[in-house]
């Protein structure tokens, strides 16, 4: 797999990792090749690489100023830090130089590995960065390579035999803005009834959500049923927190105005980078809700 180059008149340099997907999981042996080309001899005062994994944390707009001591447990969370010499000062020849290196995937001490997780307040990153130090002349050069880790614990490496079916049922009196004894009337909902059922409410993240749902009924026409995939942020401490909800995935399931009493899939791949296995520390959450499908 190879990164973006950087590049100044004379040289490039480029991270190679020898997996292409970039993949990786606790224990693994990360391997690959710098690659440096230049057109002349080039002279360095030492090249190094580092590894770093972190998560960090950030606050919504609506959030900001609420709490002061949130600012303190927003500070960055190190998972992972590593670092080596690829090569003492000296010089490199004219073409194409590549150095080799190996480092096992471990945690700094007392430390979990987090799944790669790419949020709107939480992101949890792991990159390789590589430094070659030159004259007080010349240009240092330098290039980051992110790599993706993912978690899987070895008890849930197959779906449970005994998982059973979440039944649900979406009325007017059921969604959130009118749970507070309002009637379909006042409201201006129209009357309408679905039913149906998940396989689970506990899914592998490789796996894809399923089940089945039927329209029972309907005041109007239906011009469109939707899934919506909600990741639900939480970042804080002892003295508060706060809470984001934001969408990350909406398929259609059903278009037009579908039959009364017809079984209609669902089906629901999850988006890898934007998705994790729900985490909950001291400082932050991170879970996944399905939304009520939503009528148009």
Excluded: W
């Excluded at 100044?8 to 440096?36: F, H, P």
């Excluded at 006042?186 to 894809?208: M, W």
């Excluded at 089906?267 to 985490?279: E, G, K, S, V």
């Amino acid at each position: 797999a190879r990164g973006p180059r950087i590049s100044t008149k004379m040289a490039t340099l480029e991270i190679q990792l020898k997996k292409a997907s970039k993949v990786y999981r606790e224990g693994d042996i990360i391997k690959g090749v710098v690659a440096i080309t230049s057109k002349n001899d080039l002279q360095h005062q030492g090249i190094t690489l580092s590894l770093d994994g972190a998560v960090s944390l950030q606050l919504s707009a609506k959030s900001v100023g609420l709490f002061e001591a949130f600012y303190n447990s927003l500070k960055p969370i190190p998972l992972l830090e590593y670092s080596m010499e690829l090569a003492k000062s000296g010089k490199l020849p004219s073409g194409k130089t590549e150095i080799p290196f190996e480092f096992p995937l471990k945690p700094k001490q007392g430390k979990p590995l987090y799944e790669t997780y790419h949020g709107v307040f939480v992101n949890i990153q792991y990159t390789i960065r590589c430094d070659m130090k030159r004259s007080l002349l010349a240009r240092d050069l330098s290039k980051q390579q992110e790599f993706l880790v993912e978690y899987r614990d070895p008890k849930m490496s197959t779906r449970p035999s005994d998982v059973k079916n979440v039944s649900f049922e979406i009325t007017p009196q059921s969604l959130d803005q009118t749970k507070e004894k309002s009637t379909s009337t006042s409201s201006g909902l129209p009357k309408f009834c679905v039913r149906g059922h998940l396989e689970s409410a506990s899914c592998l993240i490789t796996d894809p959500l399923q089940g089945e749902l039927v329209v029972e009924k309907s005041s109007v026409p239906i011009k469109s049923i939707e899934l919506q995939l909600v990741r639900v942020e939480t970042c804080g401490c002892a003295e508060g927190y706060a809470k984001d909800a934001t969408e990350i995935q909406n398929i259609q399931i059903g278009e037009g105005d579908v039959c009364r009493g017809m079984t209609i899939p669902i089906y629901m791949i999850f988006p890898r980078l934007f998705t994790c296995p729900t985490l909950a520390t001291n400082n932050f959450k991170v879970e996944f809700e399905r939304s009520e499908e939503r009528f148009s």
